[in-house]
């Protein structure tokens, strides 16, 4: 998986879906863009949902090639990205409005993509699969899943605020126990900074990579 050039003009002939604050949308608005907000779309995965039930209209198709943009590429494009490929579609693209980063396409390859508590729970102790916690130090200090690796979901970062898929990050990634032979699960503390790592792992070539949807909070809430 490769990252690749996504431009303005490109975007004109997809499904530009603007997941930016709803004053930022208004101050600077993206032709051809089509309004969505996260909170449209993060309840859908747990309720079973199909692309029919994302509130667009015309509605979305498994077909479509979906560009999904916030302000530099970041966590609420990731999560709502992660929401669609989770509903069934087959095309889905990060894109930078400001043209000056790089553009994920990864393609979807049937893999599951989502992790509830249940699955989690069942496969805490299962050899091949690593739970990814990507919070940072402070949070992770006041407790990880049991058995978990850390990776600080920065790291995907570069220094403009795109995608790092740069070897070194694939490096990182590895020594910090994401192995390519297992199902790599990530969290953070509600999923937004986890599908934004999702994404970085399925550019650098993990293929078999899920999001814990609920992630620490959810893991929290089945503690009490």
């Keep these: 998986m490769s990252f690749l050039p996504f431009t303005t003009a490109q975007a004109a002939s997809h499904r530009l879906l603007d997941v930016r604050a709803p004053e930022t949308r208004l101050d600077q608005p993206l032709s051809g863009a089509e309004p969505l907000n996260l909170s449209d779309v993060a309840h859908l995965p747990a ?7 994302v509130p667009l209209d015309p509605p979305l198709r498994p077909t479509d090639t979906i560009v999904v943009t916030d302000d530099a590429m970041g966590q609420a494009a990731a999560r709502t990205a992660w929401t669609l490929l989770h509903l069934g579609a087959r095309h889905v693209t990060l894109f930078d409005p400001d043209g000056t980063h790089d553009a994920a396409r990864p393609a979807a390859d049937g893999n599951p993509v989502r992790a509830d508590g ?6 805490l102790h299962d050899p091949n699969v690593v739970f990814l916690d990507v919070r940072g130090e402070v949070e992770r200090n006041a407790g990880m899943l049991p058995g978990a690796v850390a990776w600080n979901w920065t790291g995907g970062l570069n220094g403009a605020g795109g995608f790092n898929a740069s070897q070194a990050a694939h490096n990182d990634l590895l020594r ?3 192995r390519q032979d297992a ?3 990530t969290y953070c503390q509600s999923g937004l900074r986890a599908a934004h790592t999702f994404w ?7 293929r078999d990579v899920r ?3 609920g992630s620490w909070a959810d893991w929290q809430e089945r503690q009490s």
């Design 47 to 53: 309720q079973q949902a199909s692309l029919a039930d």
């Design 211 to 213: 999001l814990y949807e």
């Design 183 to 185: 199902t790599v699960v």
């Design 200 to 206: 970085l792992l399925r550019a650098l070539g993990w």
């Design 118 to 123: 249940d699955w989690v729970h069942a496969h």
């Design 176 to 178: 910090a126990g994401a």
